[in-house]
């Protein structure tokens, strides 16, 4: 089960910790999001579980964390100063900016006016002033649109430090920014936002088969992801719509609760953004059409091993977004259930690696001695194991406490009581998702919790 709004989703997220409104104290900033005490706990998972994927149960990609602000140059010769546009038209009746290519037919969503301009280009680039002296020549940097750029500029730093031979890849996590002309759709659609970038190099003929190995890949990491394959689609952009460098591209569509839209885009680059931004472009041969660039000071090239050749490779690019990704796991794990006494409860059912609890601990009375630092001794040896946030919940209230728990999906909850402590040093373990209940001994619930969470 999914939600059955948007609306839903925010409220949970709102009402739970998980996303806020960023600025609401002073009205909000439109397009921008801040995450709270569980929804930092959720997206750190999601990010951990793509580097895992991508970086450490591989040994053919490296990881990077470049810098957010970025020299012009960079993005002149990626074509994001000339092209990184979306087309915009003004309402000339009630003066609202919107997305040429998001309006239905011709008219303003705002007033329903047809008066509108003609579309013309606008830059999604954020700039932002560098140093004390203000000017537009040169004392600027751009916020990066996306993570790529930085992967192609430190593309020598990573070959030179770590020698790898193709196909070998390099990923990045991080903020991208975009001054996107009518954010919307909760945090599907944001100013401020965050990638997961694999740029994987391969050699030109065998670009085909690994873009094919990686939408395969990226889908079936959705689906460990616990996001439901009836929701996910494949949309192979066509000819006429695939942007000048891409020769193929499969973007992952998702059933968002507004609608089916994008959630990866998965292109063959060809060589063009090593092509782009290489020294002596003229000694290689670019199947690209590159912009002439005499700015760069490295060649962005392997050697072919065989035939001692020189080459730019080409780059298969799987970009996700994490916001997005966030988006998705909260609706695939939203569900209301009617109970067998008629009254319903909320569970958020995520996967247990991406849970922001791992495990509550509840104690039976929160002002009994040998109760709660029973408990507390527990959280404590449950925390060795590292698998994250266990959580020490001293509302005193069991039922509550679940009911809490539940809403904020955290797989295991474990309740220390009289028994615990007078008797036989055990206690009550509940299930999230069969809300079964069992006594086990505390010595054997660090092994259970581990299982439990490898799933
Ligand atoms: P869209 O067509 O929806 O604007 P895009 O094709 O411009 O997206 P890409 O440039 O391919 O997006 O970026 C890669 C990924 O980054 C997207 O699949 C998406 O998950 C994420 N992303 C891009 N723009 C935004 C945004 N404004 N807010 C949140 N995530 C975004």
């Known amino acids: 089960m999914t939600a059955q709004s948007m609306e839903e989703l925010v409220s949970l997220a709102k ?11 002073y009205g909000g900033l439109q397009g921008v999001y801040d995450y709270g005490p569980l929804g930092v706990e959720l997206k750190n998972n999601l990010k951990a579980a793509w580097w895992r994927a991508m970086v450490y149960e591989r040994d053919d990609i490296e990881g990077l964390d470049a810098a957010i602000l970025t020299n012009p140059t960079t993005l002149r010769h990626s074509g994001h100063e000339a092209t990184f546009t979306d087309p915009l038209v003004d309402c000339r009746t009630c003066k609202s900016r919107w997305r040429a290519d998001h309006l239905e037919g011709n008219t303003c969503p705002g007033c329903n006016s047809e008066d509108l301009t003609e579309p013309r280009p606008f830059n999604l680039m954020f700039k932002t002033q560098v140093g004390p002296v203000q000017d537009d020549d040169g004392n600027f940097a751009y916020l990066r649109p996306e993570t790529a750029q930085a992967i192609f500029t430190n593309f020598k730093n990573v070959v030179d ?22 954010p919307r759709n909760f945090i599907f659609r944001v100013r401020e936002f965050e990638q997961m970038e694999l740029e994987f190099f391969v050699m030109a003929g065998e670009d085909e088969e690994w873009h094919k190995t990686w939408v395969e890949t990226r889908l079936a990491w959705w689906a460990e992801q616990g996001v439901n394959s009836d929701n996910l689609e494949l949309y192979h952009v066509p000819a006429d719509e695939l942007a000048h460098y891409s020769k193929a591209t499969v973007d992952v569509m998702y059933r968002f609760p507004h609608g089916v839209e994008e959630l990866e885009g998965i292109a063959n680059r060809t060589d063009f953004d090593l092509g782009s931004h290489t020294k002596n472009q003229g000694d290689y041969d670019i199947t690209s059409k590159v912009e002439p660039n005499t700015d760069s000071n490295a060649k962005l090239v392997m050697q072919d091993l065989e035939n001692k050749r020189w080459h730019i490779p080409y780059v298969i690019e799987p970009s996700a977004g994490v916001d997005r990704g966030v988006l998705a796991i909260m609706n695939e794990a939203y569900k209301v259930e009617t109970l067998e006494n008629g009254s319903e409860r909320t569970v958020m059912s995520f996967k247990p690696h991406l849970a922001p609890i791992k495990v509550a601990i509840l104690p039976l009375k929160r002002n009994h001695e040998g109760i709660v630092s029973k408990a507390k ?17 001293d509302t005193g209230n069991i039922g509550k406490g679940y009911r809490r728990h539940d809403e904020v999906g955290t797989p295991l909850c474990v309740t220390v009581d009289f028994q615990t402590v007078e008797e036989d040093d055990t206690v009550t373990i509940r299930n999230r998702d069969t809300m079964a209940q069992e006594r086990i001994a505390v010595s054997e619930l660090p092994a259970y919790v581990r299982s439990f969470m490898q799933g």
Do not use: H
């Open 377 to 393: 001794a527990i959280k404590k040896d449950l925390m060795k194991l590292g698998l994250g946030r266990i959580f020490y919940e």
């Open 161 to 182: 430090s770590t020698s790898p031979k193709l196909p070998f890849g390099i990923a990045q996590i991080g903020k991208a920014f975009r001054n996107e002309i009518t």
């Open 15 to 25: 009402r739970r910790g998980f996303i806020f409104q960023s600025s609401d104290i």
